[in-house]
């Protein structure tokens, strides 16, 4: 059974960091993603890696501030995010794929339940 649970979420104030994980269980060989969705907004895409972490994607909203990285030992991806915006507000999402990183959220497959993070200005 494939499952993936994110943590890391919360309350911080703007230029503040949080590094969020998502533990997969289930599945190897498969691309992962972080999404985010703000309230009365369409889900958008934030990063995505490769299985053997060589390919990365990001936002341009957020390239150069989050970090996408993976720990196959522990079939644990995380997002490290610095200097946080308040337009960051979001559920954050992880998700996963079977073949290459993707910015198109309907490639995915598997899903987490999201984790809230807020920024406050």
């Known amino acids: 059974q494939v499952r993936l649970v994110e943590s890391g979420g919360g309350l911080v104030q703007a230029g503040d960091s949080l590094r969020l994980s998502c533990a997969a269980t289930?599945?190897?060989?498969?691309?992962m993603g972080w999404f985010r969705q703000a309230s009365g907004k369409e889900r958008e895409f934030v990063a995505a890696?490769?299985?053997?972490?060589?390919?990365?994607l990001y936002a341009d909203s957020v390239k150069g501030r989050f970090t996408m990285s993976r720990d196959n030992a522990n079939n644990t991806k995380y997002l490290q995010m610095n200097n946080l915006k308040p337009e960051d507000t979001a559920v954050y999402y992880c998700?996963?794929?079977?073949?290459?990183?993707?910015?198109?959220?309907?490639?995915?497959?598997?899903w987490g339940q999201g984790t809230q993070v807020t920024v406050s200005s």
């Open positions: 998700a996963t794929r079977y073949g290459n990183p993707s910015i198109h959220a309907h490639y995915y497959t598997f």
């Open positions: 890696i490769s299985w053997d972490g060589g390919d990365t």
């Open positions: 289930g599945l190897f060989w498969h691309a």
